[in-house]
């Protein structure tokens, strides 16, 4: 059996990835993991709602059993407990300051929502984590936006998955929720570059060009254990 465990649906790459990851034949259950449940129902998506900040304290097992009183979910909860399903995390946890409200709320979601549900996701036995983070992601990085990113790149890599992708986008084209006049203004600036097929790395890129990427890594044998997957590469990807 074959797992997709997934969080962060909310935002533009999340809702692209759950899709993805629903109409795709090699999973057998995709697993919702996020603050409140999505209105959607499919055959093989099982959604759990909470406070991610507590998510260790879960009891998910409950949570599921709740939501399939004819026992549907048995052998799903069996094959994790048995260590028999094979499990693939996908992560698109992310907010911006403004919407967080402080840096030190913004660094508690992009940074240690982002290390939870990896360290909850290898309890369970995921081997692979799929994470999109930021081109410019850099630990050392004057840019605060781009530091938090390079840190939480470092610090998933002590927790020793299999597989590690580290996804960086460029500038996100879709549709998002809310506005962001500096992502507007520099989405028309950049759209050209898509146009012309210029400076792969840099020029913008879809929502489900990323989603389209993730997924396929996710299924192909990678030769590093730890690897940082560029927009260009993405955008090969996702062809």
């Not at 603050?35 to 599921?64: M, N, V």
């Not at 403004?98 to 979601?109: C, I, L, N, P, Q």
């Not at 290390?115 to 930021?134: D, H, I, M, R």
């Not at 992708?165 to 992502?183: A, D, T």
Request: hydrophobic share 40%; with cysteine.
């Amino acid at each position: 059996m074959k797992i997709a465990f997934i969080s962060g649906t909310s935002g533009m790459v999340g809702m692209q990835l759950l899709h993805q990851l629903l109409k795709d034949g090699a999973y057998d259950y995709v697993l919702s993991v996020g603050r409140r449940k999505l209105a959607l129902k499919h055959p093989k998506l099982i959604q759990i709602e909470g406070d991610l900040f507590k998510l260790q304290q879960w009891d998910w097992e409950d949570r599921i059993r709740e939501q399939a009183l004819g026992g549907e979910y048995a052998d799903f909860l069996g094959k994790i407990e048995k260590r028999e399903a094979e499990i693939h995390a996908f992560c698109s946890i992310g907010t911006t300051i403004k919407v967080a409200g402080s840096k030190e709320r913004f660094y508690a979601v992009d940074h240690d929502l982002v290390l939870g549900f990896a360290e909850w996701a290898k309890s369970l036995g995921a081997e692979k984590f799929l994470y999109v983070s930021a081109m410019g992601a850099d630990g050392g990085s004057s840019i605060f936006y781009n530091q938090v990113k390079g840190k939480t790149e470092e610090n998933l890599k002590s927790v020793k998955f299999a597989y590690l992708g580290l996804f960086r986008p460029s500038l996100l084209l879709g549709n998002r929720h809310e506005f962001r006049l500096g992502e507007q203004v520099a989405t028309i600036l950049m759209k050209p570059l898509v146009w012309l097929r210029l400076f792969k790395n840099m020029r913008p890129i879809y929502d489900h060009q990323v989603a389209k990427a993730m997924v396929k890594t996710a299924q192909s044998i990678r030769s590093q254990s730890v690897e940082i997957i560029s927009s260009g590469q993405m955008q090969d990807l996702s062809q």
